[in-house]
């Protein structure tokens, strides 16, 4: 088979990942500079006007086995884990994760933002530095007057199509804040402020107001007329190319995943002012390490020789555990459990909805009733000692910041091969910022060798307390919905039957109903459960850290401006360098040192 596609043999920038951070950052570029002639390579398969990367509710289609736009990563069995291992998918397409995931809506605290600067010496990286450019990128259709947000930037943000708000997320926002009484009813839980936290709300989405996906690739890269910007799928960069200290290209080949029967030779395609490895959280740092950039050890290991010592390179990784626990909901409702179950004449009618006015199921994603939780000073103690010292030094000056995000989902959102074909809804939770880290380093020189991944999830008790927090303060508010049915017991912790915790109930209970007393055999069975189940929210929010933004003293590898310490014409640009959204910034940055405006 001749090569899928035919690639000059130099450019001015070459990406190495064609994701969400590489999609925004190189169409910016184009539209600013078309004197620039700009590649993308991305592994993964092309996205454009394909249905399941348009109707916002195929995305759990994305997390089946044999998906093809996803890369699963799975570490060794963990003791912390139940002795399960942790498996991590990462988007693998054009678009990445904005083109698979679950298109929530989750703004972070300002002081996330703020910390980059004041802590880790990033000038450029504050809150008032970063919100305008979020604003850029959006249009918020909900109310684009609303100060924080943006009014005419390419991806919309909504409810989501017609009538595809469920019931069951009304029902949580009408009963959570009368049992809540110190946490309100609000339209804005993504201000950047503490006014955003604790207060529920309805749950914005990266889905237009007429049901389609917002996605980065349809919206800054297919059918946009940029000549000057080639993005090409099934092209894996093995490695970028150093030469005296100065990166001046990058190796690829044809991704045998996304064409079999294309030619396997190592290629080398240059970059004349930049390559930008954007491969994300999972995909940069492996790279690095097979281009000789990282800790020597590592490398020694993987038989690849050091061309720069960088020892930060593929630590410090950070993920969000997610914790979902199943109930049964009144058959009477509207659910995604027959979308989930793959049923017929479901799909049929869901798709028949969406094609009409992209409304209905296909045009939202469950998640509608939600809440950015956290402990109000009179429930600290009940979290424990350990957790109350963490609290002090990381959340008490920073009253913007959530301990976790909980929702009340419309449907159990898994596959749900052996068990009754009922009405479930799900309380999820995952944590705003756990203290638990992994690493994500390479184990050959191969780039389909799978790599030496520890996920850390749940090492540290702090995120073990808060989810068991978050598992007692969402069953209290879903017992009270008039939806609610009973527990799905087997998903549920194993409390003893004769425990006030013992799920007994069938139906709601009234909302003045005392609360559930839970013993410390009650806490170790929720604890054990939390382990046995927790999942990564990768396919939700994101992974990062594994490149980080910070001087090398502390294990940095970019420096403010995402340039490789010790490499020139090399940066990095996705959520591997920083907690925080980076994909406009990347763009402003690289078109300043180019000498480019209104980037």
């Given amino acids: 088979m001749a090569a899928p596609h035919s690639i000059d043999a130099e450019y001015d920038i070459v990406f190495a990942g064609g994701g969400?951070?590489?999609?925004?950052?190189?169409?910016?570029?184009?539209?600013?500079?078309?004197?620039?002639?700009?590649?993308?390579?991305?592994?993964?398969?092309?996205?454009k006007d394909k249905l399941e990367h348009i109707q916002p509710g195929q995305y759990l289609t994305h997390l089946a086995p044999t998906s093809t736009t996803m890369q699963f990563y799975t570490s060794p069995p963990s003791e912390y884990l139940a002795g399960r291992s942790a498996i991590v998918p990462s988007g693998r397409c054009i678009g990445g994760g904005s083109s698979v995931n679950f298109a929530l809506y989750n703004r972070p605290a300002a002081s996330d933002f703020d910390a980059w600067e004041t802590d880790f010496g990033n000038p450029g990286w504050s809150s008032k530095d970063l919100i305008p450019l979020l604003q850029k990128a959006e249009t918020y259709e909900i109310d684009p007057t609303k100060a924080t947000h943006g009014s005419d930037g390419p991806l919309k943000v909504s409810y989501g199509g017609p009538n595809s708000v469920m019931n069951i997320g009304k029902q949580f926002l009408d009963i959570g804040p009368k049992f809540e009484k110190k946490r309100p009813l609000s339209d804005e839980a993504n201000?950047?402020?503490?006014?955003?936290?604790?207060?529920?709300?309805?749950?914005?989405?990266?889905?237009?107001?007429?049901?389609?996906?917002?996605?980065?690739?349809?919206?800054?890269?297919?059918?946009?007329?940029?000549?000057n910007l080639s993005v090409l799928d099934g092209c894996l960069v093995n490695r970028v190319i150093v030469e005296d200290g100065i990166a001046t290209?990058?190796?690829?080949?044809?991704?045998?995943?996304?064409?079999?029967?294309?030619?396997?030779d190592q290629r080398i395609v240059r970059a004349k002012k930049l390559v930008v490895v954007s491969a994300g959280a999972m995909g940069s740092p492996l790279i690095l390490e097979r281009s000789g950039i990282g800790r020597k050890d590592v490398l020694e290991k993987a038989g690849i020789p050091l061309v720069v010592d960088l020892p930060g390179v593929g630590s410090d990784y950070q993920d969000h555990a997610f914790y979902v626990t199943p109930y049964i909901a009144d058959p009477a409702e509207t659910t995604f459990d027959g979308i989930y179950r793959g049923d017929p004449e479901e799909w049929a009618e869901a798709q028949k909805q969406w094609h009409k006015d992209g409304g209905g199921r296909l045009g939202g994603n469950t998640a509608d009733g939600c809440i950015k939780m956290r402990p109000l000073p009179e429930e600290l103690e009940e979290l424990g000692p350990e957790f109350v010292e963490h609290f002090n030094k990381a959340y008490a000056d920073k009253?913007?910041?959530?301990l976790l995000w909980m929702c009340a989902s419309s449907?159990?959102?898994?596959?749900?091969?052996?068990?009754?074909?009922?009405n479930y809804t799900c309380i999820c939770l995952f944590l705003?910022?756990?203290?638990?880290?992994?690493?994500?380093?390479?184990?050959?020189?191969d780039p389909y060798t799978a790599p030496h991944f520890e996920s850390g999830f749940l090492t540290k008790s702090v995120d073990v307390a808060a989810l068991r927090w978050g598992y007692k303060k969402g069953r209290e508010i879903i017992r009270r919905l008039p939806a609610f049915r009973g527990a799905l017991v087997p998903a549920h912790p194993q409390f003893a039957a004769d425990s006030p915790a013992a799920l007994v109930e069938t139906g709601p209970i009234p909302l003045d109903a005392p609360k559930i007393v839970y013993s410390a055999e009650d806490d170790a069975a929720i604890d054990h459960n939390i382990r046995a189940l927790s999942l990564s929210s990768s396919f939700l929010s994101f992974v990062l850290g594994t490149c980080a933004m910070k001087p090398v003293?502390?294990?940095?590898?970019?420096?403010?401006n995402l340039s490789v310490y010790g490499v020139k014409r090399l940066k990095v640009a996705d959520l591997s360098i920083a907690p925080s959204n980076v994909n406009a910034k990347a763009a402003v940055i690289f078109g300043k040192e180019l000498g480019i405006a209104h980037v």
């Fill in 432 to 445: 705003g910022y756990p203290e638990s880290r992994g690493s994500m380093h390479v184990s050959s020189v």
């Fill in 20 to 47: 969400t951070s590489a999609c925004v950052t190189a169409s910016r570029l184009a539209q600013a500079a078309p004197e620039l002639r700009i590649l993308v390579l991305e592994s993964g398969p092309t996205t």
């Fill in 553 to 560: 003293s502390d294990g940095g590898v970019v420096d403010n």
């Fill in 411 to 422: 449907g159990l959102p898994a596959d749900q091969t052996g068990l009754p074909a009922l």
């Fill in 249 to 264: 290209g990058v190796e690829y080949s044809f991704d045998i995943r996304v064409y079999p029967s294309s030619p396997q």
């Fill in 399 to 402: 009253p913007d910041k959530p």
């Fill in 191 to 227: 201000g950047f402020g503490e006014e955003s936290v604790n207060v529920f709300y309805l749950m914005p989405k990266w889905i237009s107001s007429d049901g389609q996906r917002s996605d980065v690739a349809h919206h800054y890269i297919y059918h946009k007329g940029l000549q």
